[in-house]
């Protein structure tokens, strides 16, 4: 790719909509993960970003054995009332670091608010899946 950052232009099936300010994806059916941003600017800017990774991820092969308990709506209500760890961040803000059975991941948190928080799914050990 000589140098250029392709868009989302490249994957047109793919388009953020007015005033968005996250994602929630699934690689394979499997629920995946969250990218949630303080601003639409900050978002629009990661977006194409967050698609790529998330494409390399599925290429990469992403654990479909796994389950996660939780629906989209539960994910993200788990991401947002996680307990965490608080940290100063390695520059401005704080960094707060999620680990609970059902969810993992961080969010970097400046004096005007949140700026960027991440969480991913933990899948139960692979077993049956009861449906």
């Known amino acids: 790719m000589s140098g250029s950052t392709p868009s989302t232009a490249t994957w047109p099936a793919f388009t953020g909509v007015p005033r968005q300010v996250g994602v929630i ?22 977006f194409p970003k967050l698609l790529r990774g998330s494409a390399l991820q599925a290429l990469a092969g992403y654990d479909k054995d796994g389950r996660s308990s939780l629906d ?45 928080l991440f969480a991913f799914a933990r899948h139960p050990a692979a077993g049956p899946v009861v449906q």
């Open 25 to 46: 994806y699934r690689v394979g059916g499997v629920l995946a993960g969250l990218d949630l941003f303080g601003s639409e600017r900050s978002f629009a800017r990661a």
């Open 72 to 116: 989209e709506r539960n994910f993200l209500r788990s991401a947002l009332t996680a307990p965490g760890h608080r940290f100063p961040a390695v520059g401005l803000g704080e960094e707060l670091r999620i680990d609970a059975d059902d969810v993992g991941g961080g969010a970097l948190h400046l004096e005007a608010g949140l700026v960027h």
